[in-house]
């Protein structure tokens, strides 16, 4: 069974995060491993020095323990759990950093409130932690039907990089996936679905039989990031590559509300 790791916050976006991933593992099993990092400038500097300042953060991480034990406990997300959240005072990049390093995930998760801002979005893309991970990232943006299925999003250049995590990934997976292959322009025609791609087509199924897979709907379409963005809206999951910020596909995903699994470029 695979390990995850979960970042967790005392806010919405995380309480979010946590009532998705507990459907997502009714669909493929996997352990879940909670972090949380407190955030020590929350209430001030601390008082002094020597034992009045570890005193000071000793009750700070306390009462962050006592915030992330009611999160999980309202959301009866501690059944998930393979152990207690973790609570570790630090920079955040480094902390999960330092964690993943000393373990072996499958993929990292965060919640992220959909936005019709992408910046934070961007933000995220654009961050030390994300171009660091070696492995995918969820990023939960809303909560969704899980009965919506699946779909991979790519570009004929990210196809060889993303599938490969799908089938390490979801291996247990029996669900057949749709597949969006985007030809992303500048121009801002109506989307423009391509029909005379049976090559490819046929090679994408050949790909999928090799791990014992089938495949849903395919689909090969032409137009700009906003235009195709309609076409990955309606999913309980997306999964596509980890683009750059401001990128066509970073633009099309950032206009998303669904789930969305990050894959790096490494080859596994």
Request: glycine share 4%.
């Amino acid at each position: 069974m695979q390990d995850v790791l979960i970042a967790l916050k005392t806010d919405l976006a995380s309480g979010i995060a946590i009532r998705y991933v507990c459907q997502l593992e009714k669909l493929f099993r996997f352990n879940m491993q909670a972090v949380h990092i407190p955030d020590m400038d929350e209430k001030g500097h601390s008082p002094g020095g020597g034992w009045v300042h570890q005193t000071w953060e000793d009750a700070v991480i306390q009462q962050a323990k006592e915030n992330i034990a009611k999160l999980v406990k309202e959301d009866l997300f501690y059944s998930y759990l393979t152990q207690s959240p973790k609570i570790i005072p630090g920079d955040k990049d480094q902390v999960i950093l330092e964690e993943v390093n000393n373990n072996k995930y499958a993929f990292f998760i965060e919640g992220l409130l959909h936005s019709f801002d992408p910046e934070t979005f961007f933000q995220k893309l654009d961050s030390d932690l994300y171009n660091t991970l070696a492995f995918p990232i969820l990023l939960v943006k809303n909560i969704v039907n899980m009965d919506k299925g699946i779909q991979i999003a790519v570009t004929k250049d990210t196809m060889p990089s993303v599938f490969p995590w799908f089938f390490k990934i979801f291996k247990e997976l029996s669900e057949k996936p749709d597949i969006l292959i985007c030809n992303l322009t500048t121009n801002d025609e109506k989307i423009k679905i391509i029909e005379d791609e049976k090559d490819l087509i046929s090679d994408i199924k050949a790909q999928f039989s090799q791990y014992s897979k089938e495949v849903g709907k395919i689909q090969i379409a032409e137009g700009s990031a906003e235009e195709l963005s309609l076409l990955v809206r309606d999913h309980a999951l997306l999964i596509s590559s980890r683009p750059k910020s401001h990128e066509p596909m970073a633009e099309m995903l950032s206009m998303s509300p669904c789930p969305i699994l990050l894959c790096p470029e490494s080859q596994l």
